[in-house]
């Protein structure tokens, strides 16, 4: 029986036929040498993306792949892949190929040398490879979040994140939660942390969301985080008598 990872590599997947092979050889490189597993999850994909990542199992023996029987979205891909997942740190990448794999390990090195209280490490993209639309609606988004939560994250969007599998699962799950975890993981009383990462041109496929989809999901998704941090209540501790 193999040892448990050390790392679990979590990409949620969408009609990504054209990305995900070579994205999934990158990951292998990028860790060649740590004791990870790759979990592709396929969000009920319309194209031949299961059929070209199940192929490559044969070549990549770390890879695994789970299929959503119905479209969920990202944030539950991510659950899906978070849950299945053997190992205690969990990294994150966008199924697109824009975020690059080599930027990976370095974020869990940070993670690993923070101590058991910093419970996530996030990219913040550098010099992002999208439309002046799409970088001016994130920044203004990016802005008015931070103002009102207080979760230090410039940059929540990015895809690329390194936290602690136990962490994440002790979370309130809602859709879209993967652009909130630093501000839930901060009412956890837990710490986050940010380190600047590449950012890549997109190569195959489109992306599925538009400025406007994003306004009106954020609204009432910051209206939610909002309230859930008034509820929170911490007993700085438990200990057993």
Known sequence: MHPSPDISVVVPVFDEEGAAPALARE???AFSGRNIEIIFVDDASRDDTLAVLS?????LP??????HRKN?????AIRTGVMAARAPVIVTLDGDGQNDPA??????????????????VGGERTKRQDSQAKKVASRLGNGVRKRLLGDTANDTGCGLKAFRRHAFLELPYFDHIHRYLPALMLREGYQVAFQPVGHRHRQTGASKYTNLGRLWA????????????TRSRRPQGVDEV
Request: hydrophobic residues 55%; proline residues 4%.
């Open 27 to 29: 990951i292998a490189m």
């Open 62 to 67: 770390q890879l695994r792949v789970l299929r």
């Open 72 to 76: 969920s979205g990202q944030s539950r």
């Open 103 to 120: 930027d990976g390990p370095a974020l869990v090195d940070a993670l690993m040398a923070g101590g058991p209280d910093l419970a996530l």
């Open 218 to 229: 954020s609204a009432s998704d910051l209206l939610g985080v909002m309230w859930l941090q």
């Open 55 to 59: 192929a490559l199992k044969a070549e």
